[in-house]
């Protein structure tokens, strides 16, 4: 038996191979170019062999992504209005230009789109004719053995005594354990193994169409609402109840998840020392919720990457504050305010800040209706006068202090202006003036009341300080199917890498002197050290079925039989030439 060999291969007219070196892949052939007839229809051939062809499928694939840059780069009017106002004020020209070109709304504008649609025809053109194409080869069998094995660029041969059709058997035998396809055509035994690779390949592009379904879909029936809620308080899923909200182009209220909750209680716990000192430890909110008109009331708590999930909609924690209670009273004494003030944090130490707005019911000391605001400055754990600032030095209530600046006059809450709850326009607003003639201010610990001037009133800052959380309710369709999706591509993609599409054969005949001469050839679908080495195993192991036969004796002057092919003993598979 000589070595197993992987030498140089033929050309193709010397190999002739024929079929047996034909459709290890489902790859499309590349053919010459050639200009189409003149008319509609050989255009229409023409493009669409063009659109389907693999070069335009990953120049578009390209496209995709480079198209997605400025959509991470630039201010995108579906995610935040205010920075691509900021952005067109700040810089007119060359906002007028990126509004003509798409690119404060890259997703859902025409260039974008086109491209998108264009590669999704392209996958689908790809991939439904390599697919039949690939179920028929599944369904056949594998080819014969082209004439001249010793042209493969891996084959081996070897004599024995034993009869051709032993050494089909045992082959067929062999080559089925190691999990070939095999069948006996004429006089040899041909097998195929590794079709993984190509259904790897087929799995890797239509889980690329299943993730482009599955990103479309979610972003056109997407939707995404913050809401802040104080404890105690609840919210319901509807429109109405957000602070802000957006959603695809083909959503509606309708597809809003039934549900509502209220907040129990919120708990933060933090490091008292070290250099993570004021890092959360304990960051979490106690809700009781229920789905749906008439659902039975449940206990969650919600803690930061771990939401609330309720049929399609998730409800995350995202952030955390202060609502001091404040009590306001007009000049006779009457309750006309009593309520917890949410205050937005400013720092990692939640120094925050808002307004305390008094809308109806009050009236100054001589009787006359009027509006009060009060600027609010508030820190968890105040350091002292001596620290010389107003700054929280912790997130926790180790230290609380409100500032409490008084205006009065007309609010502007009647004019069917929308308003912030947390600024305070002080267009027709007056300041209280303290007996210097400077705006009329005060530092505050719990308990404690700052009486208004002249007798206008007062506003106590309560005892209990309550704790708010923000809530991000985020309904996306298909987000399911996009992690299938992309797992079954690292898998298919995995699979077309490190598998090799190879053939074997094994021709056994009967020389003129009567002992049984055994070819095995090997082809794979690219140049590997894999299929010499994988033939020398097996030859190793059908040798042992059908061992070599005695050679004739031979005088000293004659060459070296071990030049002669089918004259040696075959080398053992770890052994073998690659």
Known sequence: MSKTTASDPAPAEDQELGDAGSQLSTAPKEDAPNLPALGVIGWARWFWRQLTSMRVALLLLLLLSLGAIPGSLIPQSGQDETKVADFRKGNPTLGDVYDKLGLFHVYSSVWFSAIYILLFVSLIGCIVPRTWQFVGQLRGLPPGAPRRLTRLPAHTTWRTTAEPEQVHQAALDLLKKRRFRAHLTGDAVAAEKGYLRETGNLVFHIALIVMLIAFAWGQLFKSEGNKLVVEGDGFSNTLTQYDDFKSGNLFTSDDLVPFNFNLKKFTG??????????????????????????????????????????????????????????????????????????????????????????????????????????????????????????????????????????????????????????????????????????????????????????????????????????????????????????????????????????????????????????????????????????????????????????????????????????????????????
């Open 269 to 578: 716990t933090y490091e008292r020392t070290g250099p993570n000192k004021g890092t959360p430890r304990v960051y979490k909110a106690d809700l009781t919720y229920s789905s749906g008109a008439y659902g039975k009331e449940r206990s969650e708590t919600v803690e930061v990457n771990h939401p609330l999930e309720i049929g399609d909609s998730k409800v995350y924690l995202v952030s955390h504050g202060y609502a001091p209670v404040v009590t306001v009273r007009d000049a006779k004494g009457k309750v006309v305010f009593d309520d917890a003030v949410p205050l937005l944090p400013l720092d990692a130490n939640v120094t925050s800040s808002g307004v305390v707005k008094v809308l109806d019911g009050y009236r100054n000391a001589r009787g006359k209706k009027e509006q009060l605001g009060f600027n609010a400055f508030f820190v968890p754990t105040f350091g002292g006068s001596a620290s010389g600032t107003m700054l929280s030095q912790f997130p926790a209530l180790d230290n609380p202090l409100l500032a409490l600046s008084a205006y009065h006059g007309d609010l502007g809450a009647d004019s069917g202006i929308p308003q912030s709850v947390y600024q305070m326009d002080r267009t027709n607003m007056k300041e209280f003036k303290d007996s210097k003639g400077k705006l009329f201010k005060k530092l505050l610990k719990p308990g404690e009341t700052m009486q208004l001037p002249n007798g206008a009133g007062s506003v106590t800052f309560g005892k209990d300080i309550k704790e708010w959380a923000g809530f991000q309710v985020v309904q996306q369709p298909g987000s399911g199917w996009a992690l299938a999706g992309a797992l079954a591509a690292i898998g298919g993609l995995a699979a077309s890498l490190f598998i090799q599409r190879r053939r074997v054969w094994v021709r056994a005949v009967q020389g003129a002197d009567g002992v049984t001469v055994v070819e095995m050839a090997g082809l794979g679908r690219s140049e590997s050290a894999k299929v010499p080495e994988e033939l020398g195993h097996l030859a190793g192991d059908l040798y042992e079925q059908a061992p070599g036969a005695p050679g004739p004796g031979t005088p000293a002057d004659s060459p070296d039989p071990a030049q002669e092919p089918g004259t040696e003993t075959p080398v053992p598979a770890e052994g073998a030439e690659k």
